[in-house]
């Protein structure tokens, strides 16, 4: 099951789940803005013109929709209805395509070496038994020599409370991650405290963590 879980303790059905975020998702507003994330523009020199991208659970499309703008083929998807037509907006103002889907994690076709970038922002909806299941998935999806972006909070913002599910063990630790891409190669693991302003879903100091992975 997936449940996204950012802001309010986890539903206790996909259901309840899907209600809540239609109506997060149901405002004129980008909750979460319409620029892409800080730390996955940051990466704009490792991405390839031409080459496919996969964002995962991308809501309103603003991660998507800039990867489209990098020139990269770009397939997306949420769980969320609302979210995916947003998301179509979006690209349209921007005069991007983008491979927009409504599925859930476990439903999505993680076909086998596929894509040479996986883009995984503030997927902390999953649960720790989801998680386990999920990054093999997303190790299996990836070409030789692919990518994996990742930005989540640490455990640490719990204290700040700005964004992100209030479950501990959504939450990401140095050793959690290190230990859950042992086979890539970690570019980068970097753990900081900053200062986001995405929407009114993600703003204020926060407790980050931006990861870079090469499948081997």
């Given amino acids: 099951m997936t449940q996204r879980s950012d802001v309010g303790p986890a539903p206790r059905t996909l259901e309840q789940a899907l209600r809540r975020w239609e109506e997060r998702f149901s405002a004129d507003e980008y909750l979460f803005g319409e620029r892409p994330n800080a730390y996955l523009a940051s990466k704009a020199a490792l991405l390839a013109h031409g080459s496919r991208a996969l964002a995962i659970a991308d809501g309103e499309g603003r991660n998507s929709v800039w990867l489209a703008e990098q ?10 209805p609302m979210a995916v037509a947003k998301a179509e907006r979006l690209a349209a103002r921007h005069g991007v395509r983008a491979g927009f889907n ?7 076709n993680w076909a086998q ?4 970038l996986v883009v995984a922002i503030f997927i902390q909806f999953a649960s720790p038994a989801e998680r386990e299941r999920l990054f093999p998935l997303i190790k299996q999806t990836l070409k030789p020599g692919g990518l994996l972006i990742l930005q989540g909070y640490r455990r640490e ?3 700040y409370a700005t964004g992100g599910p209030p479950e501990a063990d959504h939450l990401y630790t140095e ?16 753990c900081y405290d900053e200062i986001v302003d995405e929407g009114r879903g993600h703003a204020g100091m926060s407790a980050l963590m931006g ?5 081997r």
């Fill in 71 to 80: 020139g990269l083929h770009v397939d997306a998807f949420d769980f969320s």
């Fill in 102 to 108: 409504v599925s859930e994690t476990s439903a999505w």
């Fill in 113 to 116: 070496s596929t894509y040479d």
């Fill in 157 to 159: 913002q719990l204290n």
């Fill in 175 to 190: 050793a959690m991650i290190r230990e859950i891409l042992a086979d890539m190669v970690v570019l980068e693991l970097r």
């Fill in 211 to 215: 990861v870079v992975a090469r499948k």
